[in-house]
């Protein structure tokens, strides 16, 4: 909603709280930079499991791992305040996740692309987390404190499956673990 918000005059700098939506994984649609494409089977199998396939063409989406670098970016560009995890069931049964931490660009490691140049030679750097079996698994609630660590976001809630009553807070993740 922050194009909404600018488009009228208002800057997200001027609101009490920004949410960004974000997937547990990666995903672009068309060309152009993707960092942390995943082509091997871990690619397929996100694209499979997240049905990530363009609604009206059918075209695959192109799919990778978390992209942190990308994240504080939008944060630092959209004034994001907090996310919103989805797709957080999708990553179940993996047993092991990585997430890009930075990238090495032209020699230079990066936490955060100083130019949408960046992007084009990204590197990315990972860092790799234990998996979960489902998202009421601790390795899970240790995957997002991660992300929070990393971009300095909170994710107060998260989806965890296609339904609209798929959702809950984290806190509700919290006492069921």
Request: glycine share 10%.
């Amino acid at each position: 909603m922050a194009h909404g918000v600018s488009s009228v005059g208002f800057s997200t700098f001027e609101l009490d709280e920004v949410l960004g939506v974000i997937k547990a994984y990666t995903t672009r649609v068309g060309e152009g930079p993707f960092p942390t494409e995943e082509f091997g089977d871990g690619g397929k199998i996100i694209q499979e499991k997240g049905n990530e396939f363009g609604a009206t063409t059918g075209r695959p989406r192109r799919v990778g791992w978390l992209d942190l670098p990308a994240l504080r970016y939008a944060k630092i560009r959209s004034g994001l305040t907090k996310f919103v995890i989805t797709k957080a069931d999708v990553l179940n049964g993996f047993d092991e996740i990585k997430v890009c931490v930075a990238y090495d660009i032209n020699g230079e490691i990066r936490e955060v692309p100083a130019s949408s140049y960046d992007f084009l030679v990204a590197k990315p750097i990972y860092e790799t987390l234990k998996g979960w079996p489902d998202t009421n698994h601790i390795n899970f609630l240790k995957y997002m404190a991660f992300i929070e660590e990393k971009t300095g976001v909170e994710i107060p809630y998260i989806s965890y499956g296609p339904k609209t009553d798929e959702m809950c807070t984290k806190n509700d993740l919290i006492f069921e673990i």
